[in-house]
């Protein structure tokens, strides 16, 4: 499926235990988190899953490197690819977690 028909969310670490990460594209080991570990980001092809849709944190919107908020604008508040790149192109707030063993 194609970047921009992918589809993204955040949302609050303290989900992280009792989320299915079986519904969606990432693993929790690897997963894109914000500098303070307090958010974590999921994404996924198709409808959004289930699993997703019943997270309490969920947010639908941050800001981007310039402070200005990106709404997501897919279906439920989540992002689209382009509305997510601009949330992770902001400096020092959010980080890939790499695999284990890979550190540099």
């Known amino acids: 499926m194609a970047w921009e028909n992918r589809r993204y ?8 235990g009792s989320f299915d990460w079986n519904t969606v594209l990432d693993k929790p080991a ?3 988190t914000n500098i303070t570990g307090s958010y974590v980001l999921a994404k ?5 899953p289930s699993a997703v849709q019943s997270l309490t ?3 639908s919107s941050s800001a981007d490197k310039n402070a200005s908020m990106v709404n997501g604008s ?3 508040g989540s992002f689209t690819w382009s ?3 601009s949330v992770l192109d902001t400096p020092g707030v959010w980080y890939h977690n790499p695999p284990s063993g890979s550190e540099g």
Do not use: A, K, P, Y
């Open 57 to 59: 944190t969920r947010v």
């Open 44 to 48: 996924w092809d198709g409808d959004m």
């Open 30 to 32: 690897l997963c894109r």
């Open 83 to 85: 509305e997510i790149q």
């Open 74 to 76: 897919g279906e439920s």
């Open 9 to 16: 969310t955040i949302f609050n670490v303290s989900e992280t």
